[in-house]
């Protein structure tokens, strides 16, 4: 019998302990939580860094709906100046894909010519008389070029687009 009692008395004592071990172990994980990952230090700006060349300034022009026309006629900029030309094609059509085309003046029947039939190639055909332009952007879509505003003068900018240029037209001014 006192062995029993014995045996009994040694397996609850196990028990308990075990039980109490279980519970320190979860203090000890409660109370020691893991240490956070390494996280960089945030770097402070290096003043040796060379200064990041600045942004271009952001010109937005559109269709006007399913016309044939853009929405700014007359644009100007400051000669040198970097500038990303985003295009808008607001038609609701999708017979009506349009870009932006910056020429030379007087070249709009020569440019619009050659590029009216290349939808291969974004309906441009490159040339001396071509000085910045787009990709095509179909109905609802938005494409963009950034490029560095020509010497001081008066431009045109058209979009090439099957005839499109006919009525589809603007003027730049560089100062
Ligand atoms: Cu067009």
Not at 68 to 84: A, I, P, Q, W
Request: glycine share 6%; charged share 25%.
């Amino acid at each position: 019998m006192t062995n029993r009692w014995l045996m009994i008395a040694a397996v609850s004592l196990g028990a308990l302990s075990l039980g109490a071990c279980k519970e320190k172990a979860a203090q000890a994980v409660e109370s020691h939580p893991e240490p956070p990952a390494d996280k960089p230090a945030p770097k402070a700006p290096d003043p040796a860094a060379k200064p990041v060349e600045s942004a271009p300034r952001v010109i937005e022009i559109a269709s006007k709906g399913n016309r044939l026309e853009f929405d700014v006629t007359k644009l100007t900029m400051k000669e040198g100046e970097r500038v990303k030309l985003v295009l808008v094609n607001k038609a609701t059509l999708d017979v009506m894909p349009h870009n932006w085309v910056l020429i030379r003046p007087g070249t709009a029947d020569k440019v619009g010519a050659a590029g009216q039939e290349r939808s291969d190639s974004d309906y441009v055909v490159p040339s001396p008389d071509v000085l910045a332009y787009t990709p095509v952007a179909k109905h609802g879509q938005t494409v963009e070029v950034t490029f560095t505003a020509p010497a001081a003068g008066k431009y045109e900018y058209i979009c090439t687009v099957m005839g499109h240029w006919i009525t589809m037209k603007g003027e730049l001014v560089v100062e």
